[in-house]
């Protein structure tokens, strides 16, 4: 079929924590996600890899992705790099990826795990002005995210943030190796693979600018890992509740939000169907996913903000009065139960609760769709003929029996990778029209 009907609007892919491998790894999903627009004449929507630092604080990662497609050199701002302890500029990008991105050509965001904490990130600070007047938050079109840790989650703690003084990092756990790894490729930066870019241009921090001592001592205290300008501490729940405070994440009028919500069920329950390869993946996941079913929240301080809704939720249904929860998400009796079930309930990296949107739901706009909605089963027989889609407001969809993994970022060919990568197609091809139509 020919391609000559209206062009769609690109799509802009942000992956996560410690991901930057881009199409190597995301495979053959575009033949999925293009079928809604090619299968009506319409040309294929345009994917865009965007690499940003794999470990860098949500900050730096929003203005590499700024920059990067735009072009010119990145500007991390001056009091935010004073305050950090890093250069104000980074690397210079001579080629834009979309340099033509503005209000009038807005741009589809997706983003996996921390990618999706950063496309909110992202629209923040176009929205208060960070990359000048001309900037808008609405040359973001759509936030659509799986598996992103808006809220924080527990399992920084498990893997050795300091829980009652974060950003400290416990010495000798599995996030202070992972620290001293980091260093390690920053200074052998040079002559490593571009698959182990990390964005640390502004740190200085390769042996062609740190001296051998300096690297020394880096590995045995890093200032980065240690510090609030690094991924670790932006997925605590401290974190989370300082960026709310400020209303990062609030939506905008203009915006399409979408988040898919993973969570894992029983691993006995799936080994049955499921191949050799997924079990590979599978079950390391349900490990993680135990401790972080079973993590003490009463040892973290600050207290986190949600845990004072989840007391409210659960005083209220010892009262039998309405504990103002959604509907829809957890089939459970009361609200206390709920909210808690939400805490517990996770894809292996991530609580379920966190993956929804920034924020309660009573201090946003969101539709929560039912679990038996589910978008991974019968897409063969689907119909995707839905509503005009409405801005500013997130849409909640759960993927159920799905860990952190399973749709992105590594390409399998399952059928649940299929399904997704369908539904995502239809629900952007439903924005563009909207988009198209929209008055002027």
Same mark, same amino acid.
């Given at each position: 079929?020919?391609?000559?009907?209206?062009?769609?609007?690109?799509?802009?892919?942000?992956?996560?924590?410690?991901?930057?491998?881009?199409?190597?790894?995301?495979?053959?999903?575009?033949?999925?996600?293009?079928?809604?627009?090619?299968?009506?004449?319409?040309?294929?929507?345009?994917?865009?890899?965007?690499?940003?630092?794999?470990?860098?604080?949500?900050?730096?990662?929003?203005?590499?992705?700024?920059?990067?497609?735009?072009?010119?050199?990145?500007?991390?701002?001056?009091?935010?790099?004073?305050?950090?302890?890093?250069?104000?500029?980074?690397?210079?990008?001579?080629?834009?990826?979309?340099?033509?991105?503005?209000?009038?050509?807005?741009?589809?965001?997706?983003?996996?795990?921390?990618?999706?904490?950063?496309?909110?990130?992202?629209?923040?600070?176009?929205?208060?002005?960070?990359?000048?007047?001309?900037?808008?938050?609405?040359?973001?079109?759509?936030?659509?995210?799986?598996?992103?840790?808006?809220?924080?989650?527990?399992?920084?703690?498990?893997?050795?943030?300091?829980?009652?003084?974060?950003?400290?990092?416990?010495?000798?756990?599995?996030?202070?190796?992972?620290?001293?790894?980091?260093?390690?490729?920053?200074?052998?930066?040079?002559?490593?693979?571009?698959?182990?870019?990390?964005?640390?241009?502004?740190?200085?921090?390769?042996?062609?600018? +740190?001296?051998?001592? #300096?690297?020394?001592?880096?590995? @045995?205290?890093? !200032?980065?890992?240690?510090?609030?300008? %690094? /991924?670790?501490?932006?997925?605590?729940?401290?974190?989370?509740?300082?960026?709310?405070?400020?209303?990062?994440?609030?939506?905008?009028?203009?915006?399409?939000?979408?988040?898919?919500?993973?969570?894992?069920?029983?691993?006995?329950?799936?080994?049955?169907?499921?191949?050799?390869?997924?079990?590979?993946?599978?079950?390391?996941?349900?490990?993680?996913?135990?401790?972080?079913?079973?993590?003490?929240?009463?040892?973290?301080?600050?207290?986190?903000?949600?845990?004072?809704?989840?007391?409210? +939720?659960?005083?209220? #249904?010892?009262?039998?009065?309405? @504990?103002?929860? !959604?509907?829809?998400?957890?089939?459970? %009796? /009361?609200?206390?139960?709920?909210?808690?079930?939400?805490?517990?309930?996770?894809?292996?990296?991530?609580?379920?609760?966190?993956?929804?949107?920034?924020?309660?739901?009573?201090?946003?706009?969101?539709?929560?769709?039912?679990?038996?909605?589910?978008?991974?089963?019968?897409?063969?027989?689907?119909?995707?003929?839905?509503?005009?889609?409405?801005?500013?407001?997130?849409?909640?969809?759960?993927?159920?029996?799905?860990?952190?993994?399973?749709?992105?970022?590594?390409?399998?060919?399952?059928?649940?990778?299929?399904?997704?990568?369908?539904?995502?197609?239809?629900?952007?091809?439903?924005?563009?029209?909207?988009?198209?139509?929209?008055?002027?």
């Amino acid at each position: 079929m020919h391609d000559s009907g209206p062009q769609s609007v690109p799509l802009v892919i942000v992956e996560g924590f410690l991901s930057s491998a881009g199409a190597i790894v995301w495979g053959n999903f575009e033949q999925h996600s293009n079928f809604a627009c090619q299968s009506n004449g319409e040309h294929a929507r345009r994917t865009i890899f965007a690499s940003v630092g794999p470990v860098s604080s949500l900050h730096d990662r929003a203005c590499e992705l700024f920059y990067s497609l735009k072009g010119g050199t990145v500007d991390y701002g001056q009091k935010h790099s004073e305050e950090n302890g890093h250069a104000r500029f980074g690397r210079k990008y001579e080629a834009a990826l979309y340099p033509e991105w503005s209000a009038d050509r807005p741009l589809h965001f997706f983003g996996h795990s921390m990618g999706g904490p950063t496309i909110i990130k992202l629209q923040w600070l176009l929205a208060t002005g960070f990359f000048g007047k001309e900037c808008s938050p609405d040359m973001i079109l759509s936030v659509n995210t799986v598996s992103s840790p808006f809220r924080g989650t527990q399992l920084v703690y498990s893997l050795g943030e300091d829980r009652r003084n974060a950003p400290a990092v416990r010495p000798f756990s599995p996030g202070d190796l992972l620290a001293k790894g980091v260093h390690v490729a920053a200074y052998l930066a040079p002559v490593l693979p571009r698959i182990f870019d990390l964005h640390a241009d502004a740190r200085g921090l390769s042996f062609r600018e +740190a001296s051998l001592g #300096s690297f020394v001592r880096q590995l @045995a205290k890093s !200032e980065w890992a240690e510090s609030r300008d %690094a /991924t670790p501490y932006d997925a605590t729940f401290e974190a989370a509740d300082e960026r709310e405070a400020m209303r990062e994440g609030a939506v905008h009028p203009n915006t399409y939000y979408r988040s898919y919500s993973a969570s894992l069920a029983d691993a006995s329950a799936q080994a049955s169907s499921a191949s050799w390869v997924s079990r590979l993946f599978t079950w390391p996941m349900h490990a993680v996913s135990a401790v972080i079913s079973n993590f003490d929240f009463s040892t973290l301080r600050p207290i986190p903000a949600f845990m004072e809704t989840v007391a409210a +939720a659960r005083r209220a #249904s010892k009262m039998g009065t309405n @504990a103002n929860v !959604e509907d829809g998400v957890i089939d459970v %009796a /009361t609200g206390g139960d709920y909210l808690s079930a939400a805490l517990r309930a996770n894809d292996g990296v991530v609580p379920l609760f966190s993956q929804w949107h920034p924020f309660e739901c009573r201090s946003t706009r969101c539709k929560h769709y039912s679990h038996n909605d589910s978008i991974l089963e019968g897409f063969e027989t689907k119909s995707y003929s839905h509503s005009p889609p409405e801005a500013g407001v997130w849409n909640v969809h759960h993927l159920s029996n799905t860990h952190h993994f399973s749709v992105v970022p590594f390409w399998l060919g399952t059928q649940s990778q299929k399904a997704f990568w369908l539904d995502l197609g239809h629900w952007l091809r439903a924005i563009d029209a909207a988009h198209r139509n929209r008055p002027t």
